[in-house]
């Protein structure tokens, strides 16, 4: 119900097909990961009491829906939800829009169940698997981030050619030619935003020696070695980065080693920021208002992961076959056969009293009865839906992860969850970003003939 009161403000929401079909899916994960931190935390406190009849009320009073026990809960059923969606989407393709508020209430009703269900199952038997399927869907998210970065590049740098080979008239005077503050505008875009992100960088590292490094030694005279080398570590890989797209020029660029070197800052400010070594982090420390960062990590995290499945099934789908591609492919043909006279009905009757973009993509895909099931249109559109129900139902595994410190430690009111286990999992994160994203921009030049290389230089 929250999620379509939610979605009603977009008008994409009630779309059958196309990305605004998946926006209601996004706000089931991020109102269930809210529901998950709210039991958590305040699962067990007191909500009515009343002392002359003796009698008080709280909604949970048993292990299994306190702390890690309802997290863990809420995230096996959304991975159940989202899965479940996989395999019947891959079937029958009209399951992703259709009886949205009955599969709401089964979710509901199963979220409810799972609290019935023994806590060795979960401690012992779903905190493994996560911890798998976690690592999994990092690494896809790092492969879509960087995706990202290149697309935006490559968009930025597009709009800027587009506007340089605009043709003008020759009798107008030079400085009239082309839309030269659009130009600007563009260009300031992508070299202003490569120096915001470097600055928001370095102001990034000089915190974090103040947060994890300066703090134990001036608070318990505590020399933070551990953490001053992997923001040493960090500083380095991001400078070379920022300066590898100049030096091998093989198509990225400064503003896209911005945008991975701030991520690659992120994931090493999250890994001390949960380290348990209390001595070397501010944050850690009781007294520094934890309650802030606590909400405010949880907020961000429930928005990230419900985005990332939606980012994750468009740009996978797009560098394939990609589902928008192919039904802009059949939209258009359409379009040139109304052009030319061409009338798919055998009657103008039967035609549609509406020509719009949205009844021309149903019609591309197949609409709801009949549905042409080989047609390259409804393909895309399967797999783009498959492969977005089933990254979701990695980033509700990751939900629990991402709460409970990877499952060594539990979430209280008074602290967040902190453990080792996500420190080495962030920094081994920042590694293998380095490496993936400086094998985009040195594959070229060492396998030239794999990647047509050579012969643009030819």
């Known amino acids: 119900m929250c999620a379509g009161c939610c979605c009603s403000a977009f ?6 097909f196309g990305p605004g079909s998946r926006i209601p899916y996004m706000f089931i994960m991020f109102i269930f990961s809210i529901f998950a931190i709210c039991m958590a935390l305040f699962g067990d406190k007191v909500i009515y009491e009343n002392d002359l009849l003796g009698v008080e009320f709280s909604v949970c009073n ?12 809420t995230s096996f059923s959304l991975f159940i939800f989202f899965l479940v969606h996989t395999l019947v989407v891959y079937c029958v393709l009209s399951f992703h829009y259709l009886f949205f508020m009955i599969k709401v209430l089964c979710l509901v009703a199963f979220v409810a169940v799972t609290f019935f269900i023994p806590g060795v199952f979960f401690d012992e038997g779903y905190v493994q698997f996560a911890r798998v399927a976690s690592g999994i869907f990092l690494f896809i998210q790092i492969y879509v981030l960087i995706g990202w970065a ?26 009239e030619q082309g839309n030269k503050a659009l130009l600007c505008l563009f260009q300031t875009l992508l070299v202003g935003g490569f120096f915001l992100f470097f600055a928001v960088c370095v102001v990034f590292w000089v915190f974090q020696f103040r947060w994890f490094v300066y703090y134990g030694r001036d608070e318990y005279g505590v020399n933070c ?36 070197g701030f991520y690659m800052t992120f994931l090493t400010y999250n890994a001390l920021e949960t380290s348990p070594h209390n001595e070397c982090n501010w944050f850690a420390d009781a007294n ?3 309650a802030i960062t606590l909400w405010l990590g949880v907020l961000i995290t429930a928005v990230a992961i419900s985005y990332v499945g939606f980012s994750v099934s468009r740009n996978q789908v797009n560098m394939s ?7 802009e492919l059949a939209v258009k043909k359409d379009d040139d056969d109304e052009d030319a006279g061409v009338s798919n009905y055998d009657d103008d009757a039967e035609a549609p009293a509406s020509s719009g973009t949205k009844d021309k993509t149903s019609l591309a895909i197949g609409g709801d009865d009949g549905m042409d099931t080989k047609s390259e249109a409804y393909i895309s559109e399967k797999k783009a839906n498959v492969t977005f129900h089933l990254c979701m139902a990695f980033a509700a595994v990751y939900m629990s992860m991402l709460y409970t ?7 209280n009111d008074d ?44």
């Open 11 to 16: 008008s994409d929401c009630k779309a059958k």
């Open 62 to 73: 048993t292990d299994s829906c306190l702390r890690n026990g309802a997290v863990y809960r």
């Open 150 to 175: 290149y697309d935006t590049n490559d968009k930025i740098a597009e709009k800027i050619n587009a506007i340089n080979s605009e043709e003008v008239s020759a009798d107008r005077d030079e400085d």
């Open 288 to 290: 520094e208002g934890n």
């Open 415 to 458: 602290n967040k969850a902190r453990g080792w286990t996500s420190v080495v999992v962030n920094l081994v994160c920042v590694l293998l970003t380095a490496l993936l994203y400086s094998w985009t921009l040195l594959a070229p030049r060492l396998c030239p003939s794999r990647f047509g290389y050579g012969d643009d230089d030819d």
């Open 321 to 327: 076959d990609g589902s928008s591609a192919a039904i």
């Open 225 to 260: 070695s551990f953490e001053q080398a992997m923001i040493a570590i960090n500083i380095t890989l991001v400078l070379i980065l920022f300066i590898l797209p100049p030096v091998v020029q093989t198509g990225g660029s400064v503003f896209t080693s911005g945008i991975v």
């Open 405 to 411: 410190a990877w499952g060594d430690n539990e979430v």
